[in-house]
């Protein structure tokens, strides 16, 4: 197997998309020393929470003190999401400088999420693009439903291109490209990223795949075997998105790390030092956290290698 890439930039998402889908509510001092401890794990990008409507997603709600209270790390970068300029005002006032704004590649699903149709997100988007550039800020961007809807079913790939390529002239200088509801398989997964390659070059895309049918990880093979370098994920397995029913978590984080980890592909994490950032925000959830690794960790299944095997 040949694989073009020998580091790569894992985006941490636990605290914004992990915790969004939690029922029971976090208390801020608990995401403030998770957050601290993703950054002591050597996780450069680590996204802190969503300046979303707190009717539509509470456990978002306190984002501005958490923002404000985590202890920043110079070398981290702390995005948020953001839906509208209602958004971006609320993330100017906390002192945010990186932001990620997210439409979808189907219509009905973008509905469901932000209330706009994806016309109507980029009309949305382009005045709080243009302010946010103003303010100096990084601009990420999503697009859901790359790989399948839940309302729509199979979504064209030439709409994940043209939703990708707008996003991109809005000013993101990253697309992450989601598997929102985890459909995709390896296959389709390459298909995506050979079409979004043809305009797109591999470093303004990084992919986000939620592991709902536990395809996650052959899913980012395949993308590594791209050229991708820069993939999501979730500490612990955390996550999923209140308006896509039924998704459940990202990619764990320990998983993805341990992976490459054994592959010889740079990523600057601790693995033991992630397991213990798990750790914290795990006994506040009323469910086990579902990430491979943590859970061979937590039942002590032995293993002393930490050998690559190229
Ligand atoms: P809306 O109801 O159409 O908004 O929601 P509105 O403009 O009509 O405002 C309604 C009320 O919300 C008003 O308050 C506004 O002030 C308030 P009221 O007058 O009723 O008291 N409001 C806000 N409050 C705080 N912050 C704001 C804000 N905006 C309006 N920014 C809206 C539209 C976009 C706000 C709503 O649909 C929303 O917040 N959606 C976010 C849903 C969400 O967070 N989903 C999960 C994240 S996306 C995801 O998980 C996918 C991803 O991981 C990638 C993947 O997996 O594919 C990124
Ligand atoms: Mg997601």
């Known amino acids: 197997m040949r694989i073009p890439v020998e580091s790569v930039k894992v985006v941490e998402v636990g605290p914004r998309d992990g915790l969004q889908n939690e029922k029971v509510t976090i208390p801020k001092e608990a995401k403030i020393e998770y957050i601290t401890a993703l950054a002591d794990a050597g996780l450069k990008v680590i996204e802190a929470g969503a300046f979303v409507s707190p009717k539509w997603v509470p456990q978002m709600a306190d ?7 985590i202890p920043k790390d110079p070398g981290v970068e702390y995005p948020v999401l953001v839906p509208n300029m209602k958004g971006l005002e609320r993330a100017i006032d906390a ?3 990186s932001i990620a704004i997210f439409t979808a590649a189907s219509d009905t699903f ?6 706009m149709t994806i016309d109507e997100s980029f009309e949305n988007y382009a005045p709080v693009a243009l302010r946010a550039r103003e303010e100096q800020m ?5 697009v859901s439903t790359a790989f399948g809807c839940p309302y729509e079913g199979d979504v064209p790939p030439e709409k ?9 002239d809005l000013g993101c200088y990253e697309v992450s490209v989601g598997d929102t509801i985890g459909v995709g398989t390896p296959m389709q997964v390459q298909g995506v990223i050979g079409i979004l390659l043809q305009v797109i070059p591999a470093q303004k895309l990084a992919m986000h795949f939620h592991d709902t049918r ?15 370098a820069t993939f999501d994920a979730s500490s612990g397995g955390l996550g999923g998105c209140p308006y896509a029913p039924g998704a ?22 601790s693995l033991e030092r992630l397991v213990a950032a798990s750790s914290i925000v795990g006994p506040y959830l009323d469910h086990p956290l579902p990430g491979r690794y943590l859970q061979a960790c937590t039942r002590g299944v032995p293993f002393a290698t930490k050998t690559p095997v190229q």
Do not use: C, F, W
């Open 63 to 69: 984002t501005a003190e958490v923002y404000r209270e």
């Open 95 to 97: 002192g945010v400088k």
């Open 110 to 115: 973008n509905q469901r999420n932000i209330n």
């Open 138 to 142: 990084r601009i990420r961007g999503y």
């Open 160 to 168: 994940v291109l043209e939703v990708t390529a707008r996003l991109l």
């Open 214 to 228: 536990g395809t996650a990880l052959a899913n980012t093979l395949a993308a590594l075997e791209m050229g991708i």
């Open 248 to 269: 459940s978590g990202n990619l764990a984080t320990e998983d993805l790390i341990y992976m490459l980890d054994r592959m010889a592909i740079e990523t600057g994490v």
